[in-house]
Structures are given as C-alpha cells and as structure tokens.
C-alpha cells in the first residue's frame, strides 16, 4: 500500500490504495458521513490547541472516497454500479457464509483460496459480521447470472442458481488477486452463450491427470462450463474399459481418475462432454477386432472406418456408449460422425458394394451408404439419448440428399467448410439446427500444424472472432444468433509429439481468455488487446 503526504493549513491529507477508491483525509466530509469499520481522527496537535482558543469545537476529520472503478477481469462483468465507499479485501479471521447448504462446496472453496474461514448455514439476521462474504440464492433469470455487491466493508454474491454464485466468487477472486480488493459497487453479471467449451484430444496424445485437473481449475476461473474428452481415434483409445478391455491402450487413464475429474469439474460447474467417435475414428478398437474393419471392393481396408453393414460393429459401439454413459453422468455426448472415409470416394456404391447392398436392404433399391452412414448415426444417437443427453455430431456428419434424415435433436458441432460435402453453417441454421461453433480457423489448436493448421492466437481471436464467425471470418446473419448456443476451443494431437503437455498449456492461455471473453461478451471489448494481455498477466 503506497501513502503520499502533505501538510496544507495544518491538515492531515493521506491516500490509500484500496483497489479503486482513494481515501482522503480531510476537515470536512467530501460525502457527509463516516464510511463503516473506519473511525473519525483528528489531526494531531490540532484539536486541544484550537478548540481552547477559539471556544469552538474542531471539526471531526471523516474519509471521503471517489466513485469505484469498475472490476479488471477476465472476462469482464456486463455490468458495474460505482459507489463510493472503500471497498472489500480479505482478511484474516473474516468468514464465508451462506444462505443455503446447497452453497456449501462454493462457500469452503472460496474461503479456502482467500484464506478466510468458513462458517456455513446463516440466516440474514444471524450472526452478522463486519467482513463477512455472504453468499445467497434466490431471485429469477438465468442461472449462470450472478449479483455482487460490496458494501460496508462486506460482500454478498446472490444468484437464482449456484452455478451463478459461483461465477460471482471467480469475479472476486480475480479482483483480490489483480488488486488486492474488490471495490465498492454493485455488479450485475451472466454470460451471452450458455455453453462455454474447451475440447482435449486424450487419444491421440496422452495427458497426465494432474495435467487435466490444472486445466479444469483453470477454466473454472474463466467461467468455462464444457470440457471436451476426445479419448477414442485411430491412435488410441484412453480410458479403461470393463466391457472390451482389449481395446484400451497402455497409456490410458483408470476409471478412478476420470471419476475424480468428473467430481472435480462438477464442483467448478463444468460437465465433462465424451467423444467416442463413429463410424470413422476406430482405428484403436479396429486394431483389436480386425474382422470389422471396412474393405473396399478389392480387399484393402479402409483407415480408422468400421464396416457398418455388419451387426457386431453396431454392438462393440453401442457397449462403449452404454459402458461411458454412467462413467460421464452430465447432459452432453459428441457422437463424432465426421469423415468417414467410405463417402470420400468417387462412388462409394461401386468401391463398398458390401454397404450398398446393406443400404438397399434397410431402405429399399434407392438407398444409398449415405443414409446407411446417417441411419447408423440415428441408431447410436438412439443409444445414447436412452440415457437422457443432449448430443452434438461435427457438421461433416450430416450428408445432403439422403433420404434418411439425421434425428432431429442433434446439435452441429460446426468445424470446417473444407470437408468433402461440408456446407455453409446457414444451411443448417436456416433448417433450425442449433449450432456450437468450433471455427477451425481460429479455435484449433492442432499440434505441429499439418496440412493448413496455423496455432491460433488470442490477439485475433480477441480482435476477429465472434460467436457467429462460425466458418471462415464471415459471421452469418445476426437472426441466428440465439440458435448459436456458444463455442469451443478445441485441442487435436494430429502430430503429438509437436509440444509437451507443458507448452500446450502455455500456447492456449490466451486463446482461452481471449474466446471466453467473446463468450461471456460478443461486443468489442473495452481493452485493447495489449492491455487485455496485461490484465491476464496480471491475474495470473
């Protein structure tokens, strides 16, 4: 805390830095009062001097505060109400307190990161105390909203959901730690997208556990509530399985540690979104059951694909998707469905006479391996939403002219015009699709850059990128904005020994800041991005 002096007419002027108001002691009130838990002083060597000579009373030096600045985060709040007053830090012996049981997670993780104590279940009347962090449900609108108010040296945090109270404590944590108080005010909060998402390629490149956890508490803080699990490709296949144990790969996480990553991002208000990919992607659960794996006309096996014409292939993925569902227990599933490499030929009835023969048994002489692709993403959709999820397949998965329409319900995961058949995100979006942007121009994060890839930066992103910058950097009409239903940065370890865990870490820090603050916020932020870079900098 720095503190200027000076001496004008024998009074006794002192600022203090309390994160963004300034005191300052004065003869008289510059608001009219004493703000709370501060007490009146007078100058020394004034007031017994003056007060016998003139025979009138000094006047009671109070604190006067400028209007607060509005809180430096990442994101930024949507909202900021100045007051004057000195704001709120935290110190010790203070406490954490909370309206209801349900807080109770959000109340001692608070307490425990600003080193205050955590005192639990307290009526509004009972027990106040200066200092106090109260946290509070109630009120109506969204869930993820939130309201902080600091006052009187105390803070409350109110929400109609717990996952808004939450958000409301990572707002005051980055404020404690970018400047060491959150100031007076009221802030009004909640993010423009409901779903805010990072997506990790465990199978193509292993990460550690303790990797995956720093992420998670990462994003936490940013106010993230996705985290993608991409764990079964070509390469390998990641998380321990009870079921078909012979496809797992030596390097692959137990069901005990996703069990804690689960819990863990659960605490911090993010659902772990799983990813087993099909029909394409198999290659790791293909290289234990060669029998399934597709061939074209001439023998030779197709890479990564199942052969979807036979019955045992339908059943190994609908065991996996079964096995996973009560390991993942949140709302959401990727189905994958993207590029299967039986549709990428030329004709694929005439190179795949075995999926054509099964297309027309299933949908009469007109049917085509298209709709038998699409029927068997309807089927396994039909697997998983027996277990009451929300699913996504990547926009590569939808194929025009079938006569076989994919289900309804299922979301576009929009990641690329580039591939064979992809089309403008419009098209889906004028067939009441709803949409979650993966823009691989500029949410990719693909390791060692093959064939196009560039590692994106949180400069453009920042500068360039919005929710409705679905492909390309064109966005599409402003009607559609609420069938967008957010983003996600994606990670994919095409060459996974390109960078160490470590530098992966290092390269999406500000790509992650930069896309939740688009997230949270589509407008033009207020920072420019090199003072956005020194905000992150110094949030840390």
């Given amino acids: 805390m720095s503190r200027r002096r000076a001496v004008i007419a024998a009074a006794f002027v002192a600022t203090v830095a309390l ?9 008289t009130s510059g608001d009219g009062g004493t703000p709370a838990g501060s007490a009146a002083r007078q100058p020394s060597g004034t007031a017994g001097s003056s007060a016998g000579r003139a025979g009138t009373p000094t006047p009671t030096p109070t604190r006067s505060y400028p209007l607060s600045q509005a809180p430096r985060t990442i994101p930024a709040v949507r909202s900021h109400t100045a007051a004057r007053g000195p704001g709120w830090r935290p110190r010790k012996g203070e406490r954490v307190v909370v309206s209801d049981a349900a807080l109770a997670d959000e109340g001692r993780l608070t307490a425990s990161e600003l080193g205050l104590s955590y005192a639990g279940k307290k009526a509004a009347d009972e027990d106040v105390r200066p200092g106090d962090l109260r946290l509070d449900l109630g009120g109506t609108g969204d869930p993820e909203s939130y309201t902080m108010t600091v006052h009187g040296g105390s803070v409350r945090i109110s929400g109609p959901g717990d996952a808004g109270v939450f958000y409301g404590t990572r707002t005051l944590k980055q404020e404690v730690r970018g400047g060491g108080a959150a100031p007076e005010g009221v802030v009004r909060d909640q993010p423009a997208k409901p779903q805010r998402g990072f997506m990790l390629d465990i199978a193509r490149k292993p990460f550690t556990a303790d990797w995956i956890e720093s992420r998670i508490k990462e994003l ?10 991409h764990f079964s490709d070509d390469q390998g296949f990641r998380i321990e399985s009870d079921t078909h144990p012979e496809i797992v790969s030596r390097d692959h996480l137990t069901k005990a540690q996703v069990r804690e990553i689960v819990a863990l991002a659960a605490g911090r208000h993010i659902q772990v979104v799983p990813e087993i990919d099909s029909p394409g992607h198999l290659g790791a659960v293909l290289a234990a059951h060669p029998d399934l794996q597709l061939r074209n006309a001439q023998g030779v096996a197709t890479r990564g694909a199942v052969d979807i014409a036979q019955d ?3 059943k190994i993925v609908d065991d996996l998707l079964d096995e996973y569902a009560d390991l993942f227990p949140g709302s959401y599933w990727n189905l994958g469905g993207d590029e299967y490499q039986a549709l990428t030929v030329a004709d694929p009835q005439a190179s795949y006479p075995q999926l054509a023969d099964a297309a027309q048994q299933a949908y009469g002489d007109s049917g085509t391996v298209a709709d038998l692709t699409t029927g068997w993403l309807n089927d396994r959709a039909d697997t998983v ?8 397949v990547w926009n590569d998965g939808f194929f025009r002219g079938t006569s076989v ?5 299922l979301q576009v ?3 690329t015009g580039k591939e064979i058949g992809a089309r403008q995100p419009a098209e889906y979006l004028r067939a009441g699709r709803q949409v979650l942007n993966y823009n691989d121009e500029f949410l990719y994060y693909v390791l ?5 890839f560039v590692y994106p930066t949180g400069q453009r992103i920042y500068q360039q990128w919005t929710p409705r910058v679905l492909r390309g950097t064109s966005a599409v009409a402003t009607r559609y904005d609420p069938q967008i239903l957010g983003a996600s940065f994606a990670v994919w370890c095409d ?7 470590d530098q992966v870490a290092a390269g999406i820090r500000m790509p992650l800041r930069a896309t939740i603050q688009k997230l949270w916020d589509p407008g033009t932020p207020a920072l420019s991005w090199t003072d956005f870079k020194a905000l992150a900098a110094n949030l840390g």
Avoid: C
């Fill in 19 to 27: 994160g963004t108001g300034i005191g300052v002691w004065a003869a």
């Fill in 385 to 392: 939403r027996a277990h009451d999820r929300t699913l996504r």
């Fill in 448 to 452: 060692g850059e093959p064939n196009t």
């Fill in 413 to 415: 995961a929009y990641w």
């Fill in 495 to 501: 060459l996974a020994d390109s960078q160490t865990q």
């Fill in 312 to 314: 045992d292939s339908a």
């Fill in 220 to 229: 936490g803080d940013l106010k993230f509530n996705q985290f993608g699990l």
């Fill in 405 to 409: 329409q994919p289900a309804g319900d």
